[in-house]
């Protein structure tokens, strides 16, 4: 069946490095793309989102870019921080409709 | 303004139990959710209510069951839990157009032996 995937599952960057999450989709459909992060023990949280009519969208420090042609999503955080350091989430709105569904989450880690 | 609250934080429960996750938002929000998170897995849908008095079934629905009790509270029931449901439990709500950002809640750990 159709899915939200990642590349990878773990990701260390240097503090003040651009770090680059990558999540590929197989559900054409689906119009309606959001990141999300979690820290440990808490719920997700709402970064950046983007609609299939647009191909980038940029919010503060973070870019989402959308590449409809392969299926492709990917997260920029610039001049990472520690504070970045979580689990990274891309979800898709499934059916068009109040399903969203997400990847298995990518962990950043942000080495000082 | 507290967002979306859970309880309990923590629950274990021997095969067989049952028990209720409570769920509240303050947010006014319509839509409603219910998720469970496992070791490297993405969030999954159990159910979701679109609005009150309106529940529909996710990606995972089975062993589980949902009453909007209002606007406000989502509660997720375990009628007979079982080892295979122990999970991270989330709840979300979101604004009332049909795709949006959700707000979610700080989870529910919940062991079954």
């Known amino acids: 069946g159709e899915s939200v995937g990642l590349h990878l599952p773990t990701l260390s960057v240097q503090e003040g490095d651009n770090s680059i999450i990558n999540c590929a989709y197989s559900n054409s459909a689906s119009d309606y793309f959001i990141w999300y992060k979690q820290e440990s023990g808490k719920g997700p949280q709402f970064i950046i989102d983007i609609r299939s009519n647009m191909d980038k969208r940029q919010g503060q420090r973070v870019t989402v870019l959308l590449n409809k042609t392969v299926k492709h999503l990917s997260l920029q955080i610039a001049a990472t921080q520690p504070g970045d350091s979580a689990v990274y989430f891309c979800?898709?709105?499934?059916?068009?409709?109040?399903?969203?569904?997400f990847g298995a989450g990518t962990r950043l880690t942000v080495k000082p | 303004n507290a967002g979306v609250t859970q309880t309990p934080k923590f629950q274990v429960l021997k095969t067989g139990q049952s028990m209720t996750l409570q769920c509240a938002q303050d947010?006014?929000?319509?839509?409603m959710y219910w998720y469970r998170q496992d070791p490297g897995m993405g969030l999954r849908l159990i159910y979701y209510?679109?609005?009150?008095?309106?529940?529909d079934k996710g990606e995972v629905p089975n062993g589980y069951n949902v009453s909007r009790l209002n606007k406000r509270e989502f509660s997720l029931r375990l009628e007979s839990a079982a080892p295979s449901q122990t999970s991270v439990y989330f709840c979300a709500s979101s604004e009332p157009s049909y795709i949006d950002t959700q707000y979610f809640g700080p989870g529910t750990r919940l062991t079954v032996l």
């Open positions: 947010m006014n929000h319509n839509s």
């Open positions: 209510s679109a609005s009150e008095g309106t529940t």
């Open positions: 979800a898709e709105n499934y059916n068009n409709n109040n399903d969203m569904r």
